[in-house]
């Protein structure tokens, strides 16, 4: 009995080295080997960055399906905030990989009003200032597009998103337009095409954003992805 005994420990030692083993759902193993396989890239395949706040996370699980077998998608590690934080961290995100592509968005978090201006101190309060201002904005995404640049990556810029009244922080409804032209400017100045996200979900706002709240709802989050996979599959280099 003794001798059987050791005869399946191993053979169980040999399946779990040859990769039969599957640990438990919900064990550590199982959750460090879902981040191995989603960490993994292919060689063979462009390398496409995603960088961006809350709303870019929201579409990229969407992308990254659509564009399996025809590019690897990484979003910047958490997230990108606005263009004071993204200022701090771009250098060593595009050191990351070697990107083909880069979709990017900033806007978001720079028009938020904050206790103080360039911090992460949320204020409901409209006579506060915003994160960034539009002077700040229009410089630092000057300085970061410069970057993005030197990466030789190609550059698709996306439109701040819009929201309805009473979200919390406080943002002005009407602030997206204004932080967008002042972004659009730029990246004309540059030859970077514009991926308007803004208005593919303005005419049906109701319809695809969670109420009270710059998030969108899965079927908002699903529209965005669409227009933002077909942006990037035109850019990605010719076979």
């Not at 462009?46 to 025809?70: E, F, N, R």
């Not at 630092?140 to 439109?159: H, P, W």
């Not at 701040?160 to 967008?180: E, F, L, M, Q």
């Amino acid at each position: 009995m003794k001798h059987i005994y050791l005869i399946l420990f191993a053979l169980c030692s040999v399946a779990f080295c040859q990769g039969d083993y599957v640990p438990e759902k919900g064990s550590v193993e199982r959750k460090k080997s879902k981040k191995r396989k989603q960490s993994q890239v292919d060689a063979q395949l462009p390398m496409v960055l995603i960088l961006g706040d809350s709303i870019s996370i929201g579409y990229t699980k969407g992308v990254k399906k659509a564009l399996i077998g025809k590019a690897n998608v990484i979003h910047n590690p958490g997230n990108s905030q606005g263009t004071t934080h993204t200022l701090k961290n771009v250098d060593k995100w595009l050191e990351m990989k070697k990107w083909d592509v880069i979709h990017f968005n900033l806007g978001l978090h720079d028009l938020k009003r904050v206790k103080v201006a360039g911090t992460s101190e949320n204020s409901n309060d409209p006579s506060d200032p915003s994160q960034a201002d539009l002077k700040t904005y229009t410089t630092n995404m000057q300085e970061i597009v410069g970057k993005l640049k030197g990466s030789g990556a190609k550059l698709i810029f996306a439109t701040t998103t819009p929201y309805p009244a009473g979200v919390s922080p406080y943002r002005d409804p009407a602030d997206p337009a204004k932080y967008n032209a002042a972004a659009i400017t730029i990246m004309k100045a540059n030859n970077i095409p514009v991926d308007d996200l803004y208005a593919l979900v303005l005419p049906k706002l109701a319809e695809v954003q969670k109420p009270k709240n710059v998030h969108f709802n899965p079927a908002g989050s699903a529209l965005l992805a669409k227009q933002v996979t077909e942006m990037i599959s035109a850019a990605l280099p010719k076979k």
